[in-house]
């Protein structure tokens, strides 16, 4: 066995360093994101639990960005001021960052992030198409994207890693959550499942799609980066994060996912094989040190 371990490990370093690069830019001096014991978030912290499984948190965000854009004024935002036709890949990078920064890095470079965010929000806004003005700083639009975002990452964590996680749990990890959906301004800001379900439906009827909506979400879910098994991986994650949505919001799309079950099978078994591939890493029931794959800067 350990003469078999040998034999393979050039194929986990291989792959450690596909994901890496896949998320880490180093043309601009990207590297890893360290877990620090002085983060924003304990090391014994739901978020850190959550947020550091490479899988289910890239299936969470393709659902969660999906959910975002419904509403009419993030779907402007992102047209208006976004380069997602040209860079979606950096944009979901972008957002990446900002999740392992605030929940893995010193505590200082976390708010120091948060604040930066909210300073770009601050100078954005826009008109709607039936002309009603908007701003990406309103907190009430904040705490939609807020939501939308940790609710997917948490059922998708649910789906793929953690099945039979306690609701205590989940109600912590929107508690841990809501120290930075408040510094970045929004309002209400659940702190426990049934609020974050709550606020959810109580935007429903606000929700639209339309040409745009579309455009965008295929741009979204049509992503590749060149490399024929990493494209692969990425449709798995994509078909994933479909299936994850609510019914009526897949209806809203228009998405249909192959059969469920095939879909479900698919990110199971890339989980296992991430798995696999960092087994044995320092750290690596989470996320190993040293391949943490989210940029600083």
């Not at 002085?38 to 393709?62: K, P, Q, T, Y």
């Not at 799309?253 to 320092?282: E, F, M, N, Q």
């Amino acid at each position: 066995m350990a003469g078999r371990g040998v034999i393979l490990e050039p194929a986990k370093v291989a792959i450690r360093r596909r994901i890496t690069a896949l998320f880490n830019d180093a043309e601009k001096g990207e590297r890893p994101i360290l877990r620090r014991a002085d983060a924003l978030f304990a090391a014994d912290s739901v978020a850190w639990r959550v947020n550091g499984d490479i899988v289910s948190m890239m299936i969470g965000g393709v659902s969660g960005l999906l959910l975002q854009m419904l509403h009419p004024a993030v779907l402007a935002g992102v047209w208006d001021h976004s380069d997602f036709r040209s860079d979606m890949h950096g944009r979901l990078r972008r957002t990446a960052k900002f999740i392992a920064v605030t929940t893995y890095d010193h505590a200082e470079y976390g708010i120091a992030a948060i604040d930066r965010v909210r300073g770009i929000h601050d100078r954005i806004g826009g008109v709607l198409p039936d002309g009603t003005p908007y701003r990406v700083s309103d907190p009430a639009l904040l705490a939609w994207v807020h939501v939308t975002e940790a609710i997917s990452f948490l059922n998708a964590w649910i789906r793929y890693a953690e099945p039979d996680m306690p609701l205590a749990d989940q109600d912590q990890y929107f508690a841990e959550m809501a120290v930075v959906a408040e510094r970045l301004g929004a309002d209400p800001v659940p702190r426990d499942r049934a609020a974050a379900e709550a606020l959810i439906q109580s935007i429903r009827s606000g929700l639209r799609a339309d040409d745009r909506t579309r455009e965008v979400a295929q741009l979204v879910l049509t992503q590749t980066v060149g490399a024929a098994l990493t494209d692969a991986a990425s449709a798995v994650i994509m078909q994933a994060g479909v299936d994850l949505l609510p019914g009526w919001a897949q209806t809203m799309h228009g998405l249909k996912t192959p059969p469920v079950a095939i879909v479900r099978a698919g990110a199971h078994a890339l989980a296992r094989t991430l798995g696999w591939a960092y087994a044995g890493s320092p750290n690596h029931e989470v996320w190993p040190d040293e391949v943490t794959v989210w940029p600083r800067d």
